[in-house]
């Protein structure tokens, strides 16, 4: 079937299914033309969760879909694919203990800890971070989350992303420190102690690529997202989140030059004549570029034949203290 004859397909099935779609901007560009509702990860759930349709179908990564879930538990939401965030797999509920016990062993008391997570996080780590009294951030509302969270005088525990972690810190002016990679002197001393998770598509960007593009453009503008490398995010005109970015780019004059530091189907959609990805290397989210038109159909056919595949199910104890963790951040930043 060609794109064409697959989207007017799809764009029927949703209709008579009333189905909402949704696509973050790092979906493949024949599926993010399909969707309903677009946007960075704090819209997407935002939107999602107040839309009026029974069944979401949500073309991104696992945690996206299942944030959807936890957030409005009646609605029905399936994934074309059930593609994971790298990132969010490296920390699970053991995981998130050891990183506590890890502060512990440093000298911080528990009771003196309050933790974030990343919304790229499993529903599991997202419990128990709402269970300590702690929330969920976005790369569009971690420094406003973090603000929000120091008020309370504790700790920080920044999980799993240790760059985003890092550069708010540095953004914010404060002290931070890496589990597994600095001492206990460090940790005890730090305001923002975060767990040693990465994305790898954002390491690809170096400082190496900052200089070539400076110094083979000059006056170019570098905007990066903000899980690159903190040395990254320092030598850039501008940092920020996938909506943020494509703002930013949009808002410079046509004849200016700017190299962009984030996934690659983003990049390439914002495209022009002085638009360059800052990177030799392909940037690409394997996973966020499982999703297909093919499997998009499939999975509307499949709910219209009352045989859904690839749902997302959360248990009701971990949907319960997960949504006080993505409820606060709603609340934290006035959304
Ligand atoms: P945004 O919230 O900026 O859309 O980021 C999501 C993500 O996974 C970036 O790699
Ligand atoms: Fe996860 Fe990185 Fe892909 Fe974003 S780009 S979904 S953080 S693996």
Same mark, same amino acid.
């Given at each position: 079937?060609?794109?064409?004859?697959?989207?007017?397909?799809? $764009?029927?099935?949703?209709?008579?299914?009333?189905?909402?779609?949704?696509?973050?901007?790092?979906?493949?560009?024949?599926?993010?033309?399909?969707?309903?509702?677009?946007?960075?990860?704090?819209?997407?759930?935002?939107?999602?969760?107040?839309?009026?349709?029974?069944?979401?179908?949500?073309?991104?990564?696992?945690?996206?879909?299942?944030?959807?879930?936890?957030?409005?538990? $009646?609605?029905?939401?399936?994934?074309?694919?059930?593609?994971?965030?790298?990132?969010?797999?490296?920390?699970?509920?053991?995981?998130?203990?050891?990183?506590?016990?890890?502060?512990?062993?440093?000298?911080?008391?528990?009771?003196?800890?309050?933790?974030?997570?990343?919304?790229?996080?499993?529903?599991?780590?997202?419990?128990?971070?709402?269970?300590?009294?702690?929330?969920?951030?976005?790369?569009?509302?971690?420094?406003?989350?973090?603000?929000?969270?120091?008020?309370?005088?504790?700790?920080?525990?920044f999980?799993?992303?240790r760059?985003?972690g890092? $550069?708010?810190?540095?953004?914010?002016?404060?002290?931070s420190?890496v589990?597994?990679?600095?001492?206990?002197?460090?940790?005890?001393?730090?305001?923002?102690i975060c767990y040693?998770?990465?994305?790898?598509?954002?390491?690809?960007?170096?400082?190496?690529?900052?200089?070539?593009?400076?110094?083979?453009?000059?006056?170019?503008?570098?905007?990066?997202?903000?899980?690159?490398?903190?040395?990254?995010?320092?030598?850039?005109?501008?940092?920020?989140?996938?909506?943020?970015?494509?703002?930013?780019?949009?808002?410079?004059?046509?004849?200016?030059?700017?190299?962009?530091?984030?996934?690659?189907?983003?990049?390439?959609?914002?495209?022009?004549?002085?638009?360059?990805?800052?990177?030799?290397?392909?940037?690409?989210?394997?996973?966020?570029?499982?999703?297909?038109?093919?499997?998009?159909?499939?999975?509307?056919?499949?709910?219209?034949?009352?045989?859904?595949?690839?749902?997302?199910?959360?248990?009701?104890?971990?949907?319960?203290?997960?949504?006080?963790?993505?409820?606060?951040?709603?609340?934290?930043?006035?959304?």
């Open positions: 079937m060609s794109v064409e004859a697959l989207k007017e397909e799809i $764009n029927s099935l949703k209709d008579e299914l009333s189905v909402t779609i949704v696509a973050h901007y790092y979906q493949k560009d024949e599926v993010f033309e399909i969707a309903d509702i677009t946007g960075d990860s704090l819209e997407l759930a935002k939107k999602a969760k107040e839309s009026d349709s029974q069944w979401i179908l949500f073309c991104g990564v696992g945690f996206m879909g299942q944030s959807v879930k936890i957030l409005a538990p $009646n609605k029905r939401v399936a994934m074309p694919k059930i593609a994971c965030c790298a990132m969010a797999r490296m920390i699970d509920s053991t995981y998130f203990d050891e990183s506590v016990k890890a502060m512990e062993r440093a000298g911080i008391k528990k009771e003196d800890i309050l933790p974030i997570t990343y919304i790229n996080s499993g529903a599991e780590v997202k419990a128990k971070v709402g269970q300590m009294g702690g929330a969920v951030c976005t790369s569009s509302s971690a420094v406003k989350i973090i603000e929000k969270a120091l008020t309370s005088g504790k700790k920080i525990l999980v799993p992303d760059c985003l890092q $550069n708010v810190a540095r953004m914010m002016g404060l002290k420190a589990i597994g990679l600095d001492s206990d002197e460090d940790i005890k001393a730090a305001d923002i040693n998770g990465f994305c790898s598509v954002h390491q690809l960007f170096t400082l190496k690529d900052v200089e070539f593009f400076r110094k083979r453009y000059p006056g170019i503008k570098i905007a990066v997202h903000p899980e690159c490398d903190p040395a990254v995010c320092e030598a850039a005109d501008f940092v920020g989140s996938t909506s943020q970015i494509i703002k930013y780019v949009k808002s410079l004059d046509p004849e200016q030059k700017v190299a962009v530091g984030t996934e690659y189907n983003l990049v390439h959609r914002l495209r022009d004549k002085n638009t360059y990805v800052l990177s030799s290397t392909k940037p690409e989210c394997p996973t966020m570029n499982e999703t297909s038109l093919e499997d998009v159909l499939h999975t509307l056919q499949e709910i219209k034949k009352g045989n859904p595949i690839n749902e997302i199910f959360v248990d009701e104890e971990t949907i319960h203290w997960a949504r006080i963790a993505l409820e606060r951040m709603f609340e934290y930043v006035g959304a």
